[in-house]
């Protein structure tokens, strides 16, 4: 049957696709941030995953306001990125794990999640930069599984619902047949507000406690409704749900393998964890 050998949650902002483009790496405002990716690429090269289920939340690229699906997953032949009007190059294809797909689709629904199913779906920053932080030579040597949760227009799914989802997912792999060896990659927060009067908000002291909890306490943070959250980490903060979700499919217990938090980069709070699933 499929593995999940472990999972990496890290921040999602667009200025990274610009960095990359300029060769940023080592100037001083960004060396932190990019130095932070170099031990989960050590751990890529020894563990070697076969696909990658990125669970992210969709900008407006693929998704608009008039239609927004709580959950959707992907289940194209290719994702492609496309300009969502940051200037950032786009980046290589992504080729699509379908066979992986069609069954996490399956189980999903099955497990009572009802999942917007998609056969075509562009890919915004929040899937595209994190695969170029983990493999910067972007000659992506994995499948992919897009999983999408609605954060950007209300009502959002609450924490529980997220965390439940991220267990159905778990469960979902675990019965693949084959051998697959996956990770999940879940990106977006930590905490950051992009406009409005708290704009440049950032709460340090929540997103470390978050961080700890998801290996001490891993269902700390389903106790806060998402309004909760909004104001503990900002409007765009929320994306911690993505986290969250990439945690609980993890299973019971994780080992903490590596962690990197850094302030700011663009408007955000950049944090970084790879967890082994024990
Ligand atoms: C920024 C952060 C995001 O999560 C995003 O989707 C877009 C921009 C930022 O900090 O600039
Ligand atoms: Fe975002």
Not at 51 to 63: M, W
């Amino acid at each position: 049957m499929a593995k999940i050998i472990g999972g990496v949650t890290t921040s999602h902002v667009p200025a990274i696709g610009g960095a990359i483009a300029k060769g940023l790496q080592q100037d001083p405002y960004w060396k932190p941030f990019f130095d932070g990716f170099i031990p989960v690429r050590h751990w890529l090269a020894e563990t070697k995953p076969d696909t990658v289920v990125v669970i992210y939340n969709d900008h407006g690229l693929n998704f608009f306001l008039d239609k927004m699906p709580t959950f959707a997953v992907g289940a194209a032949p290719e994702y492609r990125n496309a300009d969502e009007g940051w200037g950032i190059p786009q980046l290589p294809a992504f080729a699509g794990n379908q066979d992986l797909s069609w069954h996490l689709i399956e189980s999903l629904v099955a497990d009572e999640f009802d999942i917007t199913s998609c056969q075509e779906m562009a890919v915004d920053h929040a899937f595209t930069l994190p695969m170029a932080l983990l493999w910067p030579d972007q000659k992506w040597p994995v499948k992919v599984v897009p999983v999408c949760i609605n954060t950007v227009q209300a009502p959002l799914p609450s924490a529980l619902r997220c965390w439940k989802l991220g267990q159905a997912l778990g469960r979902a792999v675990a019965s693949f047949p084959g051998d697959e060896r996956v990770l999940v990659l879940g990106t977006g927060g930590l905490s950051h507000q992009l406009d409005g009067e708290r704009a440049g908000f950032i709460n340090k002291e929540f997103d470390l406690q978050f961080m700890r909890s998801l290996v001490e306490d891993p269902t700390w943070a389903t106790r806060f409704s998402t309004f909760e959250l909004v104001e503990k980490t900002g409007t765009q903060g929320v994306e911690l749900l993505m986290w969250l979700a990439t945690r609980a499919a993890l299973g019971e217990r994780v080992k903490q393998l590596h962690t990197n938090y850094h302030i700011p980069i663009s408007n955000t709070a950049s944090g970084l964890m790879l967890l082994e699933s024990c």
